[in-house]
C-alpha cells in the first residue's frame, strides 16, 4: 500500500512539475535563422513567430521587380522564391529548437520518475 501512496505522491509531483515546464516552454524563446543569417525568426515555445528579420542586402531588394514590358523579371521571380525559402527555413530552424528543448524537458521530467519495484516495466505476469 505504500507503494500505491508513493507512486500517487510522485504523480502529483510530476503534474505541478508538468505545469512549471509547459509555462516555462511558452515564455521560451528561440532564434531561428537561414541564409547565414540573412533571415532570422524569433519564436515563443507556443510556437508563434514574435518577430521577422529580413537583411536589406538580400537581392530581392536591388532587383527591379518589372521588366519594361510591365511584367515581373524573370531575376526578381528568382530573387523572390530564394527569399521565401529562406523564410520557411528559419521558422523550420526555430520549431526544431522549440522541439530539442521540449524534448529535453520532457526526459528531464521522466528522468525524476521513481517506480517502486513491483511497478517496474517489464511487468512480470508469473508473480
Known amino acids: 500500500m505504500d507503494s500505491i501512496t508513493e507512486l500517487m505522491k510522485q504523480a502529483q509531483g510530476m503534474q505541478k512539475r508538468m505545469q512549471q515546464i509547459q509555462q516555462e516552454l511558452s515564455e521560451f524563446k528561440v532564434v531561428g535563422q537561414a541564409g547565414t543569417g540573412q533571415v532570422k525568426v524569433i519564436m515563443n515555445g507556443r510556437h508563434e513567430l514574435d518577430r521577422a528579420f529580413v537583411d536589406a542586402n ?16 524573370e531575376e526578381f521571380v528568382k530573387a523572390k522564391a530564394m527569399l521565401e525559402d529562406l523564410v520557411v527555413a528559419a521558422v523550420n530552424d ?17 528522468q525524476g520518475i521513481q517506480l517502486p519495484p513491483e511497478f517496474q516495466v517489464p511487468f512480470d505476469e508469473d508473480k
Open 58 to 73: 538580400l537581392p530581392v531588394f536591388s532587383i527591379p521587380a518589372l521588366d519594361s514590358d510591365g511584367e515581373p523579371s
Open 94 to 110: 526555430a520549431v526544431r529548437k522549440i522541439e530539442d528543448e521540449s524534448r529535453n524537458k520532457m526526459i528531464e521530467l521522466a
